[in-house]
């Protein structure tokens, strides 16, 4: 089992920047892939980032693509997302998620909104 909780939403104006935390407990956080999810108001969840167990390889959707990053501290049990050059469409609630399995995810946090003002 592993319990994920996030934190470091807010509210920015556009072209700020935020960083997600997503800490974990259990000492079976450094085996699984991480990701990074969003859902806004009235559209359908979306994976904007991910990272395998060790760190080496990461994804990023291509709306947010050369201004997040995903990274990890797997001896701090503790995965990152940031956040630069926010856009009002990054406007969303946020999760961090375990164990990916496709477009989905075995753990999930509880989310940390983010709104980005124009």
């Known amino acids: 089992q592993v319990q994920l909780v996030e934190s470091g939403g807010g509210l920015v104006q556009a072209g700020g920047s935020l960083r997600l935390s997503c800490a974990a407990s259990?000492?079976?956080?450094?085996?699984?892939?991480m990701g990074w999810f969003r859902q806004a108001p009235g559209k359908e969840r979306e994976l904007v980032a991910s990272i395998t167990w060790n760190g080496g390889n990461t994804y990023h959707a291509d709306s947010v693509k050369g201004r997040f990053t995903a990274s990890r501290d797997n001896a701090k049990n503790t995965a990152y997302l940031q956040m630069n050059s926010l856009k009002p469409e990054d406007t969303a609630v946020y999760y961090c998620?375990?164990?990916?399995?496709?477009?989905?995810?075995?753990?999930w946090g509880q989310g940390t909104q983010v709104t980005v003002s124009s």
């Open positions: 259990g000492r079976t956080f450094r085996s699984y892939p």
């Open positions: 998620a375990a164990d990916l399995k496709g477009s989905s995810a075995e753990y």
